[in-house]
């Protein structure tokens, strides 16, 4: 069980997180989309075994280019069948050739003789609903009765890439203590302190204008400065937009002119303390793939230090399992909290999901 996060709540939101199941806020979001790898590791005629929260899932593409993702466990003898067969139809079990269609019917028991009654139709494998979108393919691991509920989007990238760079590392961390990190403006002058990407060490006072949006919330386009080298690629003063939606998405989206880069970070559980963080950079100018050589190495240090900071943060939690939220600068930590909260009673009462934050001012150092 991941430790309990204890934090400030404000008085509002009490008697709701009261009357939800009490496991639930330390639990990643049930039902939504979760990053589960890029959509070109998903080969025709090939499949691709994932953790995702816990639960064993075997990807693959059929022959028609459907992607499709299902238990990886045989319910004969509990074999993955990410181990077996695929042609493009079916798989098929190692252990006794038992073979399911990509919407998870078995299809064959080929150890059943003539005089056998059995009806093996009946029997299925555990589908789990899987979209590919920004270049990534989503997984819904939810288990629990449809019933229409309004899950955040998926993200889409909004203009047609002429590059992009993916760097992806497994974090030993909680999924909520890591999606912290794509909200929390704070840690980036001490814990990302580059000469590539933070050329001046001093602290300066940030002022930004944060709007909730579906699912989330987002710090309103803005001209930015041109100091750091990533920006000056672009020219003049790109306007910086960066969106935090659930269940642990955020987007950042540069404008220069014509000119785009979107950044985008997702995190997934795989289990109750291990994470996946994946970061996407993605361009529209061809003339920037030449710098691709230099722009990966440089993206996986980025990453690489969030992974550490996060990996030794969650060990000083699994020691005493408190924080304390302080300061306009953790404000958004505690609007992830928030809308989480808000999401699991929309859920549990069957109605809309309500944004409960309102348009804000903050500042902060950095």
Same mark, same amino acid.
């Given at each position: 069980?991941?430790?309990?996060?204890?934090?400030?709540?404000?008085s509002?939101?009490?008697?709701?997180?009261a009357?939800l199941?009490p496991?639930?806020?330390?639990?990643?979001?049930?039902?939504?989309?979760?990053?589960?790898?890029?959509?070109?590791?998903?080969?025709?005629?090939?499949v691709?075994?994932?953790?995702?929260n816990?639960?064993?899932?075997?990807?693959?593409?059929?022959?028609?280019?459907?992607?499709?993702?299902?238990?990886?466990?045989?319910?004969?003898?509990?074999?993955a069948?990410s181990?077996?067969?695929?042609?493009?139809?079916?798989?098929?079990c190692?252990?006794h050739g038992w073979?399911?269609?990509?919407d998870g019917r078995?299809r064959?028991v080929p150890?059943l003789?003539?005089?056998?009654?059995?009806?093996?139709?009946?029997?299925?494998?555990?589908?789990?609903?899987?979209?590919?979108?920004?270049?990534f393919a989503?997984?819904n691991?939810?288990?629990g009765?449809?019933?229409?509920a309004?899950?955040?989007?998926?993200?889409?990238?909004?203009?047609?890439?002429?590059?992009?760079?993916?760097?992806?590392?497994?974090?030993?961390?909680?999924?909520?203590?890591t999606?912290l990190?794509?909200?929390?403006?704070?840690?980036v002058?001490?814990?990302?302190?580059?000469?590539?990407?933070?050329?001046?060490?001093?602290?300066r006072?940030?002022?930004?204008t944060?709007?909730?949006t579906?699912?989330?919330?987002?710090?309103?386009?803005h001209?930015?400065?041109?100091s750091s080298p990533?920006?000056? =690629?672009?020219?003049g +003063?790109p #306007?910086?937009?960066?969106e935090? %939606?659930?269940?642990?998405?955020? $987007?950042? *989206?540069? /404008?220069?002119?014509?000119?785009?880069?979107?950044?985008?970070?997702?995190a997934?559980?795989?289990?109750?303390n291990?994470?996946?963080?994946t970061?996407?950079l993605?361009w529209n100018?061809p003339?920037?793939?030449?710098?691709k050589?230099?722009?990966y190495?440089?993206?996986?240090?980025?990453?690489?230090q969030?992974q550490?900071?996060?990996?030794?943060?969650?060990?000083?939690?699994?020691?005493k399992?408190?924080?304390?939220?302080?300061?306009?600068?953790d404000?958004?930590?505690?609007w992830?909290?928030? =809308?989480?909260?808000? +999401?699991? #009673?929309a859920?549990?009462?069957? %109605?809309?999901?309500?944004?409960? $934050?309102? *348009?804000? /001012?903050?500042?902060?150092?950095s």
């Amino acid at each position: 069980m991941p430790p309990t996060l204890r934090m400030p709540v404000p008085s509002e939101g009490r008697d709701d997180e009261a009357a939800l199941d009490p496991d639930a806020m330390r639990q990643p979001l049930p039902d939504a989309w979760y990053c589960v790898g890029r959509s070109d590791s998903l080969k025709a005629g090939a499949v691709r075994a994932v953790e995702l929260n816990g639960e064993q899932i075997v990807l693959g593409r059929d022959a028609d280019g459907a992607p499709f993702a299902l238990r990886d466990r045989c319910p004969h003898r509990g074999m993955a069948l990410s181990k077996g067969r695929f042609d493009g139809a079916s798989l098929t079990c190692p252990f006794h050739g038992w073979r399911f269609g990509t919407d998870g019917r078995c299809r064959d028991v080929p150890t059943l003789s003539s005089s056998d009654a059995a009806d093996f139709s009946k029997i299925a494998v555990q589908r789990f609903p899987i979209q590919e979108s920004a270049g990534f393919a989503w997984v819904n691991p939810y288990l629990g009765p449809v019933t229409g509920a309004d899950r955040p989007a998926l993200p889409e990238l909004g203009f047609i890439a002429a590059g992009s760079l993916v760097v992806e590392l497994v974090v030993e961390a909680s999924f909520d203590l890591t999606t912290l990190s794509l909200v929390d403006p704070g840690h980036v002058a001490f814990v990302h302190d580059s000469w590539w990407f933070r050329p001046s060490k001093a602290l300066r006072e940030k002022v930004k204008t944060f709007t909730p949006t579906p699912h989330g919330f987002t710090m309103t386009s803005h001209a930015t400065t041109t100091s750091s080298p990533i920006y000056k =690629l672009l020219g003049g +003063a790109p #306007a910086v937009e960066i969106e935090f %939606r659930l269940p642990g998405v955020r $987007l950042e *989206r540069i /404008e220069a002119g014509t000119k785009r880069v979107a950044n985008y970070t997702f995190a997934t559980p795989l289990t109750h303390n291990r994470t996946m963080l994946t970061n996407a950079l993605y361009w529209n100018m061809p003339a920037l793939n030449l710098l691709k050589p230099l722009a990966y190495p440089l993206m996986r240090q980025f990453l690489t230090q969030d992974q550490q900071v996060l990996q030794h943060a969650q060990a000083g939690l699994d020691r005493k399992p408190t924080m304390v939220l302080f300061g306009q600068g953790d404000l958004p930590s505690q609007w992830y909290f928030r =809308l989480k909260r808000e +999401a699991l #009673a929309a859920a549990r009462d069957g %109605r809309a999901f309500h944004n409960p $934050l309102a *348009r804000q /001012e903050l500042r902060w150092r950095s």
